[in-house]
């Protein structure tokens, strides 16, 4: 299996990836673009794989096989470098570090590879630390850079680029690659993808996690059963809610292990009496965590809305009688029924409060109050 089988619907993208990797010469920075769950990030770390494959015939580059491949792919190539942040910006220091590690020579491989997931998550200030990077890069580096889209870094980054777009992959592609990477049940694959409107990454968690899918299905029922304001108060306040149970699970995990691999690193004991400077370094820590567990909640709040938005565009669909097949299809009779009581100007505003809700939601706006404004307005 080479490494661009996880690289799903994407022959175009892969057809570039491989030539760049099989060249003497490839670009030394590029911009992989796509919308969330298209494989921007698989996408990276493939390229990655090949340009530091072992393979004498360049054509063969990125065999998943070889020594080179398997620990870029598993994340301990001594020659790659996979920055990503779990908060809402990457942090000018974090942009530093990366600049200082592009201009070492590459110890095993070919080339230094870095890649940067959310390099839309930078302040200008920051753009232009790696800016003077990517401008004059040593000759053995390249970058590979990942964002939704090309307008979301700086034009002058853009410019220097290679630019690389990935399209949202079909239904089928992600329920085939569900069976064939996951072992899911073909009919499960099928329902999963086209729940997950593209989203590898959300398609698989469905099809693996039976809660996942009860959570969703729960949240796609609120919207079309609210009757009553009281109703759809407690509808935002249960979703806000699931968000918050989300966020708090993930820090349970993590947040105690960072502690005590910090403390690890600062050569302190539990007990032991803390300086100034470390109680520093814990409270930027703790930072670090808070803004992470915001992300994650927001992050959820989003995939909510998402969802709600695919319920919509299914009683659309039946009201407007296109005959396109219902992304909900399971819903076919609730949807039905909700289209005859409703006209498709009210779908079509009720969209829009989605779509509203959602532009909030990325602005800070309480969540809460933002997603108790649009249930009611959902009524
Ligand atoms: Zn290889």
């Known amino acids: 299996m080479s490494v661009w089988d996880n690289l799903v619907g994407q022959p175009q993208a892969v057809e570039q990836l491989r030539a760049a990797a099989a060249s003497d010469h490839p670009h030394h920075a590029w911009l992989l673009t796509g919308p969330p769950g ?10 990655a794989a090949a340009l530091l494959c072992e393979q004498t ?72 630390v790696l800016l003077k990077a990517i401008e004059e890069p040593p000759p053995h580096t390249i970058w590979l850079l990942c964002a939704p889209s090309p307008q979301d870094v700086l034009v002058t980054i853009r410019s220097r680029c290679r630019s690389l777009k990935l399209r949202v992959p079909s239904t089928e592609d992600v329920s085939e690659l569900l069976v064939r990477r996951d072992g899911v049940e073909p009919g499960l694959a099928e329902h999963c993808a086209a729940l997950a409107q593209g ?21 796609v029922r609120m919207p079309v059963s609210l009757r009553s304001i009281a109703q759809a108060m407690a509808a935002a306040e249960k979703l806000v809610e699931i968000a918050d149970e989300e966020a708090e699970a993930d820090a349970a995990e993590r947040n ?10 600062l050569g302190m004991e539990e007990d032991q009496k803390v300086t100034p400077a470390m109680r520093a370094q814990l409270r930027h820590l703790e930072e670090d965590q808070k803004r992470r567990a915001r992300r994650i909640k927001t992050d959820t709040l989003d995939r909510f809305l998402i969802d709600i938005q695919t319920v919509f565009r ?34 079509l505003q ?30």
């Open 38 to 47: 298209s494989g921007r990030s698989t996408a990276a770390v493939a390229l």
């Open 314 to 347: 299914d009683v659309l669909t039946i009201q407007l009688g296109t005959g396109s097949a219902l992304i909900n299809s399971h819903l076919a009779q609730e949807l039905s029924e909700y289209a005859r009581e409703n006209t498709p100007e009210k779908t």
């Open 57 to 128: 015939d360049p054509s063969q580059r990125g065999c998943g096989q070889c020594r080179a491949c398997r620990t870029v792919l598993k994340g301990s190539h001594a020659d790659l470098t996979h920055f990503s942040t779990e908060n809402l910006q990457i942090k000018i220091e974090e942009a530093r570090e990366l600049v200082v590690r592009a201009q070492d020579r590459p110890s095993v491989g070919r080339w230094r590879v870095i890649i940067v997931e959310d390099a839309d998550r930078m302040p200008e200030r920051t753009s232009n």
């Open 350 to 379: 009720r969209l829009d409060t989605v779509s509203l809700t959602r532009r909030r939601l990325s602005t800070n706006a309480s969540a809460r109050l933002a997603f108790e404004a649009m249930m009611t307005s959902l009524l």
């Open 256 to 265: 105690e292990r960072e502690r005590a691999e910090l403390m690890a690193q």
């Open 199 to 219: 989203h590898v990454g959300v398609a698989r968690r469905l099809a693996l996690y039976p809660e996942a899918r009860s959570r969703r299905e729960s949240v």
